[in-house]
């Protein structure tokens, strides 16, 4: 009843040629794909021009973060209107290496999804604990605050319009993935927190993706679990091959 959805975040790489090649590589590759929806995220000044790249292909475009604010003296920050007028549906809000490398806040990043819903962009509201907070056994308090600030104010009409990513901090770019088990017992905990605030009918229908050195080889295993939705992914999202093979094995 939920619709996959794999989201590929290309972090700080690839440069403009690359950029092209990639998102073009993946909209020939995929163009017949319906049944997952499919999305790249690449750094801020590719964005037009890979969404010309994979414009009418079932590849959608999304941005790793935005500002909140909807324009003005904010110096390097990026709208959410400007990212609609270069072709984005979703945006990253969240990401570990923003709260753990630039110092984001749950308040600035539920600042963010509320902004973004505003919009009409499509939020990914990226969680996940440290490693030394899930050998503290604190991964249910962490991933639990982080949703619910993450959230807070975003009603019931607008919470399906978020995608939530859990994504462990140490299985990012580590090449150390979740097991499935683990992956699924956080998923499930969240569903149940979506439940609690909002409604069961809610939590069934919320997508929830799993990211942490996902690839073509783990795919299937993590997307079996019950609670798994989809996939944000990061290193094996830079090859049109690891990539559509993902989508494929869906
Ligand atoms: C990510 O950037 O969100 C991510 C999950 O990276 P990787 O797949 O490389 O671990």
Known sequence: MRKPFIAGNWKMNKDSAGSVELAAGLAKELKDVDSVDVAVCPPFVYLQAV???????????????????????????????????????????????????????DELVNKKVKAAIESGLLPILAVGELLEEREADKTNDVVKTQVTKGLEGVSADDILKVTIAYEPVWAIGTGKTATPD?????????????????????????????????????TAELMAQPDVDGLLVGGASLKVEDFSKMIKTV
């Open 51 to 105: 969404s010309n790249a994979v414009s009418g292909s079932p590849v959608k475009v999304g941005a790793q973060n935005m500002y909140f604010e909807a324009n003005g003296a904010f110096t390097g920050e990026i709208s959410t209107d400007m990212l609609k007028d270069v072709g984005c549906t979703y945006v990253i809000c969240g990401h570990s290496e923003r709260r753990h490398v630039i110092g984001e806040t």
């Open 182 to 218: 683990q992956a699924q017992d956080v998923h499930a905990m969240i569903r149940g927190l979506i439940a609690e605030l909002y409604s069961q009918d809610v939590a069934d229908k919320i997508r929830i993706q799993y990211g942490g050195s996902a690839k073509p080889a783990n």
